[in-house]
Nanobody
Framework: QVQLVESGGGLVQAGGSLRLSCTAS????????MGWFRQAPGKVREFVAG????????YDTDDVKGRFAISRDNAKNTVYLQMNSLKAEDTAVYYC???????????????????WGQGTQVTVSS
């Protein structure tokens, strides 16, 4: 069983930046595709960004791609989400997730991920 622990959320003004971290337990982190999802109140969970074990990166939209950056450090079992130029609409609980079935691709479908963190709140004030 893999445990994922997110950190780095908080309250930030519009235009500011945050870096989320997600650290995984176990020895197989480097073989997993890792994803970041978010869920705002009253909305469905949506894909933000993902990075495969082989280094393939995907973002949900061009807007996210231009402001967010996903990266990973396999030596630290950690995946990051650098978020810049934050907007009020980025406010949500952010979750990291691990997909053990893929090595060279990224799924944007939350149900295809096997392990989830508890989430970290990101609030952007306008």
């Amino acid at each position: 069983q893999v445990q994922l622990v997110e950190s780095g959320g908080g309250l930030v003004q519009a235009g500011g930046s945050l870096r989320l971290s997600c650290t995984a337990s176990g020895r197989t982190f480097s073989t997993y595709t890792m994803g970041w999802f978010r869920q705002a109140p009253g909305k469905v969970r949506e894909f933000v960004a993902g990075m495969s074990a082989s280094g393939v990166i995907a973002y949900d939209t061009d807007d996210v791609k231009g402001r967010f950056a996903i990266s990973r450090d396999n030596a630290k079992n950690t995946v990051y989400l650098q978020m810049n130029s934050l907007k009020a609409e980025d406010t949500a609980v952010y979750y990291c997730a691990a997909d053990r079935t893929r090595y060279s691709s990224v799924s944007s479908i939350w149900s295809q991920y096997n392990y989830w963190g508890q989430g970290t709140q990101v609030t952007v004030s306008s």
